[in-house]
């Protein structure tokens, strides 16, 4: 047998915890081809055999006494023993066996074995394996010994350390496995002292010998002790953290020496074992020496090139080193930051993505981490203490070292990696907070620079505006505006920030509602006057300009509402221009309301202790905002609301009864929320009013109404009927608002009130009355339990009344009723009562033209499936049976319109719930006989049905009835077949897909195997082309991810003919995407009215210039990508493209060109009569643009050119043609074909090949020769 060959590992696995290791063992490698592992069969097999024959029991104790006396007895004659083949197997079993025998045992019986353990390993002609599994039971003897007497435990200790500079990297690494195992189980005895001294000796001693020669081969040799050296670090690479402490500054010494070498592969071991150090939770070094060895690598990252991998070890441990010593001893890590931030600085500057990544992450986590208030406000003092006169009378302090450092990342060096310097800026402006505003001014002013590059040199805009907003969130808004002023009083304009307006309405957060009265609204009315002196000179134009600068500066007004600081003394003084803007100037209207609500709202939740922190705000400002905002804060803010609240009551009340209409309901909400926080005796005062006025324009109504019904004859009436009704529904919808603060007696009335208009035949009166029921019915769940027979008294008798506008109030209604009526569990009778005589109106409104009424009626029917099934509600399995039974009901009925509203809902079942899909499969025999209606209602409703069944079934209880599905699918009449052809295509492929393609083809009919060979083609070749787009993708992500499957009826039931099954992606949760989230964004941006990046209610804010640039933008890169899209790849019959060159590119033809244009200039036709002239524009741009080519001078009798009087010498030249950079080569060769016309050379062909500018530079140098 070959000695030199390793002996396999065997893991120790549970496996081996039977009763019987040997015959474990001899399972696990009987049948192994390796020889190593047959001899530990054969040793096992014959111990086990010996202990039989003795009538011993099989026990780890007895393996290891028959094992431990063999082993003795062989190791005698060492010289033998290492040669023999048994030795390493018996060693392999002893490793095994020791962690199974009691350490008491081992403690008594093993010394004489630990005694003949170093003389076979002294022999030095032990295989690897067997090594190995001697330095497992040596490290196993120590780890269980008592560590008490040391001398004892040397020898094998000393053993074990000798193996970690082993030539074998195997025996290296095991080792140092067990070195680590062996510390580990030192700590907190006497003996971990002496260990560790042990380390460090043998560290110094082949420190010694290596001398000062780097450890690096020289000359063909290798210094003596360096490689060893190496050894050894590697080894403490996971074991520094067990050393004693004196050992440990000890060793952090030496790698100082070490590290001073500046050799690549001594700096990553020390390197390693500092980090060791710094993920460990341990302190058994001193912190000045590890800040010492930071600082050290910092120091040398810009000393010498540095490969990528090192300078982003260099950021990661610099980031966890700096944390590190910051917890330990903060005093000395202040004064060394200034240092590692330069040296993150000089790493971020590099060229290579991971360094600069890991750079930006330590700048941020050590800025978070170890800049705290005390270095803060120790510099800011600092600063003012050694002002005077403006001359400072020390130097800077650390923190502004450090903003210094940080603002020079604004340099141009950095300009490739803006965006993480902006990331860093953004974390330091947050963390330094208010003080932002006395150490990053000159930052600030650097930034704002930034916008004065234009959009080719500068693409990081928007990470110039977060941090931008990052500053302003920090000093808050009028220390923001000190450093960078709107500039926008004066008359010229000059130096106007007006770019700083969106920034400002994004980002600001706790603001001073003073500073905005007196600040921002001076400005206002500054404009203003401005304005006024415009429209007497005439300038039109520049006072349209200065009104919508007027209502850019409103719209920050909902910015300073977000957390204000001083709501409770500064609310009033801007409480009356409020309402007078309210008055005066209709347009902002929905501005100030929406400052309104956010006050409101948010002292609301504050007073609540429940707090709305939405991700995409500013951390930092809601932090504080947090801390300020505690309860009694929030109620003195609302204290001061609730004072102003019947002002602002009466304002708003007026205006939503005076404006046309409230755009988006900002009236109607901003007045719910006024009553929610005012005294009930005011707004009961205001209901009684309102409620008068609305007893007085009914009754004119009902006047209106009883003339015209008795009397024919047209008379002039001061009341017009519309807007007496219009002024009706206004009062109910003012009274439902004051909901908040109403109590019974005042619900009752509003109730009263709304009665007469449900039943009421106008469309109009009908909406309102049931918006206002379902909000009461919403908001008061008194009102329903005691009104809740008189409701469904009500509900039941105005059905056949309902108009189609009201519906989707009305199933709110009956929404909130079955709410209520479910959560009594014993009036089980009355919920299916109540669901029976509805049913078939909800049924029907999922037929609704309105999507929201559609929704409505889905949810609702979800709900009543829910309050029917859930167990929590009192429902069961038996009780959802019964009602979707009573769904399927409707599939006699003799309408189709009724008979596909209720395949659609048995299908909107079927996806909520999957119970109920066996019950599904069970009606689609019958739903496929009234396919025999042909009827296309039905048929789409039918094609729904299967499709939610398909998609929400697994594939074994789908294959149980894929022959009925099939069958149902394609028995169809022909006209119906061909009209729903792509549909039933589609639903074939998601079967495919789900059962697999031999499952299907079993049930198939032999008619239409074309079509499932067909779909097989298609989903092959995508297969293919995912592929290879795969492969692709692979270079940059490979990022999948998973669309959550959600309930689309307009998808389920559509009537378009997707080729493709596009929209079955929607249906399979499982199934991965390719595209990542940054393409799917971009996607999602292909429209121009995804651009505006802002609520639907606000209409686009024409000054601000990012908004507007970035919709002018991507409308013109749209028009440019239609433009292109002419340009199409050339596919062949299997989808491949088909790449030409340049010269071999078959060109289009003239007609297909002609017919092309013609096409499209009959589309533009329709929409503009200049169809005409555009298609002779087009047709010019196709032909040469040749002009003053040199063709006057050419002679008309003999060759060459002649001189004209009054002209410039004879000349000819290319002119430049916009159609050379057209990417299609028949424009090119429109551009081209003139060239020979212009110039000929004779030695044109001596110049094929060669470089144009290689035959400048020689022309001039023979000129130059010849001067």
Known sequence: MDMEM????????????????????????????????????????????????QGLALTPVAYFAAAASSFMRLSVDPSTASSDADVPAILSFLSIILPRVPPAVLKSKGGVFSESLPRVLGSGS???????????????????????????????????????????????????????????????????????????????????????????????????????????????????????????????????????MRQSSVTRSVMDILQTLCSRQTSNYSP?????????????????????????????????????????????????????????????????????????LALKNIISSCIDENLIKQGVEQMTLDTDGGIRKSGPTIIEKICAIIDGFLDFRYSALWDSTFQVISTAFDKLGGYSSQLMVGTVRNLADFQNLPNDEFSYRKQLYECLGSALGAMGAEKFLTVLPLNLEPDDGSNSNAWLLPILKQYTVGAELQFFSQHILKIVKHIKMKILKLDREGHIFSARSAEGLIYSLWSLFPSFCNYPVDTSTSFQEISDVLCNTLHQEGELHGIICSGLQILIQQNKDASEERFDISDEEPLYPIMKAKKIYTVHFARENLHTLRSNSIKFLSVLSDIFLEVPNDSGGCLQHSINLFASISEKTTVKNFFKKNMIELLKVTRQIVKVKESKESSSMEIDDPFDESSLTRSRALRLDLAVQLLPGLDKEEIDLLFSATKPAIQDIDGLM????????????????????????????????????????????????????????????????????????????????????N????????????????????????????????FFSMVAGGLVSEAPHMVSATIKGLARLAYEFSDLL?????????????????????????????????????????????????????????????????????????????????????????????????????????????????????????????????WNHTRIFSNFGDDDGSDIADWEASKPSLRSGRTRKLMKKSLPEDFLDQLEDDPLDLLDRRKTRSVLRSTSKLKTSVELSDDEPELDHEGRLIIHEDWEKPKKQNGSLDHDSDSRSQAVSHSSGKSSSRSQKKRQKTESGWSYTGGDYKSKKAAGDVKKKGKLEPYAYWP????????????????????????????????????????????????????
Request: with cysteine.
């Open 126 to 260: 032990l295989p690897v394996g067997g090594v190995k599994a001697a330095l497992k039971c040596i490290s196993h003897m120590l780890v269980i010994d008592d560590k008490f007497n040391w001398s004892s435990m040397f020898p094998l200790y000393a053993i074990l350390l000798n193996y970690v500079t082993d030539n074998d990297h195997k025996v290296r690494k095991q080792s140092s496995v067990c070195l680590h195992d062996v510390l580990e189980s030192f700590q907190g005895s006497a003996v971990l002292v002496s260990a560790s001294e042990e380390i460090m000796r043998s560290f110094e001693r082949f420190l010694l010998l290596g001398g000062s020669n780097p450890p690096i081969p020289a000359a063909g040799k290798e210094s003596k002790g360096a490689r060893e050296i190496l050894y050894i670090l590697d080894a403490l690479k996971d074991s520094i953290y067990l050393i004693s402490t004196r050992s440990t500054n000890a060793i952090l010494k030496y790698c100082k020496c070490l590290l001073d």
């Open 918 to 1046: 066996s019950f599904a499969y069970k009606l689609l025999p019958s739903s496929f006989l009234l396919l025999q209606r042909n009827n296309r209602e039905i048929t789409k409703a039918n094609l729904g049905l299967v499709k939610v069944l398909v998609a929400k079934s697994k594939s074994d209880g789908l294959e149980a009835h894929l022959k009925g599905i099939l069958e149902g699918l394609l028995k169809w009449k022909d006209d119906a077949k061909n009209h729903f052809k792509a549909k039933i295509k589609s639903l074939i492929e998601m079967l495919v897909r789900k059962c697999g393609l031999e499952a299907v083809k079993a049930v198939m009919p032999e008619a239409h195997m074309k079509l499932l060979k067909n779909i097989n083609k298609i989903n092959e070749r995508k297969e293919r082309k995912s592929k290879s787009q795969m492969d692709t993708d692979s270079l940059h992500s490979r990022t999948t991810y998973s669309r959550r499957s959600r």
């Open 288 to 360: 000045e020496l590890l800040l010492d060895l930071l600082c050290s690598l910092a120091l040398s990252v810009s000393e010498k090139e540095s490969s990528a991998d090192s300078m982003a070890s260099t950021a990661r441990l610099l980031n966890v080193g700096t944390n590190r010593v910051f917890s330990l001893n903060r005093k000395i890590c202040i004064v060394k930051l200034p240092i590692i931030f330069n040296s993150l600085g000089e790493i971020l500057a590099s060229e290579y993505e991971e360094a600069i990544y890991s750079a930006t």
């Open 6 to 53: 390793e002996i396999a590992e065997i893991p120790e696995s549970k496996e081996f915890f039977g009763d019987d290791i040997a015959a474990d063992i001899l399972a696990q490698f009987q049948n192994s081809p390796q020889e190593e592992n047959h001899n530990i069969c054969a040793v096992v097999g014959a111990i086990s055999q010996a202990l039989n024959e």
């Open 1216 to 1267: 430049l043609d916009r159609k050379l950079l057209n990417r299609r080569v028949d424009r090119k060769a429109v551009a081209r074909k003139g060239m020979a016309s212009v110039m000929l050379n004779k030695n044109l062909k001596k110049l094929q090949g060669r470089s144009a500018s290689r035959l400048l530079v020689g022309s001039l140098k023979r000129k130059a020769g010849r001067r």
């Open 851 to 882: 999507k929201k009424t559609r929704n409505k009626a889905y949810d609702l029917l979800v709900e009543i499936g829910h309050a029917f099934g859930d167990e929590d509600r009192g429902g069961n399995r038996e009780n959802l049976h019964s």
């Open 766 to 849: 009908q909406k309102k009355a049931y918006k206002i029921l379902s909000l009461i019915l919403k908001e008061s769940e008194a009102f329903l339990s005691t009104k809740l027979d008189e409701l469904l008294q009500l509900v039941i008798t105005a059905t056949a009344s309902c108009h189609f506008s009201a519906k989707r109030h009305r199933l709110d209604c009956l929404y909130f009723l079955i709410i209520y009526i479910s959560k009594d569990t014993s009036s089980e009778h009355r919920m299916k009562e109540f669901v029976s005589a509805f049913l078939t109106e909800i049924l029907l409104a999922l037929k609704e033209t």
